[in-house]
């Protein structure tokens, strides 16, 4: 059974940052392109960033271009997002996905960017 538990999120100030992070379990993870999506108070999901299996290529949507970067440690079967120069447009829940879609992802984890 796929399992993806993000961890990380909270409430942060303009400018601030944070580092959420996503344990996958249930399959082999380093085989897998994996992604960030979030959700934005009653709007869709939209996603957010990309990284290759092997972690040798990511991709990142122009919202989050620059302030953002997704890593992986396969390893630890793990995901990452570094979030940083954060905006209040960035508060949502953020999601791993196996994805662009978010078809398949956690629980996630919200992220309140407020002063």
Same mark, same amino acid.
């Given at each position: 059974?796929?399992?993806?538990? @993000?961890?990380?999120? &909270?409430?942060?100030?303009? +400018? *601030?940052?944070?580092?959420? =992070?996503?344990?996958?379990? !249930?399959?082999?993870?380093?085989?897998?392109?994996?992604?960030?999506?979030?959700?934005?108070?009653?709007?869709?999901? @939209?996603?957010?960033? &990309?990284?290759?299996?092997? +972690? *040798?290529?990511?991709?990142? =949507?122009?919202?989050?271009? !620059?302030?953002?970067?997704?890593?992986?440690?396969?390893?630890?079967?793990?995901?990452?997002?570094?979030?940083?120069?954060?905006?209040?447009?960035?508060?949502?829940?953020?999601?791993?996905?196996?994805?662009?879609?978010?078809?398949?992802? !956690?629980?996630?984890?919200?992220?309140?960017?407020?002063?």
């Amino acid at each position: 059974e796929v399992q993806l538990v @993000e961890s990380g999120g &909270g409430l942060v100030q303009p +400018g *601030g940052s944070l580092r959420l =992070s996503c344990a996958a379990s !249930g399959f082999r993870f380093s085989s897998y392109a994996m992604n960030w999506v979030r959700q934005a108070p009653g709007k869709g999901l @939209e996603w957010v960033s &990309g990284i290759r299996g092997d +972690g *040798g290529r990511t991709y990142y =949507s122009d919202s989050v271009k !620059g302030r953002f970067t997704i890593s992986r440690d396969n390893a630890r079967n793990t995901l990452y997002l570094q979030m940083n120069a954060l905006e209040s447009d960035d508060t949502a829940v953020y999601y791993c996905a196996k994805d662009r879609v978010g078809a398949t992802r !956690g629980q996630g984890t919200q992220v309140t960017v407020s002063s």
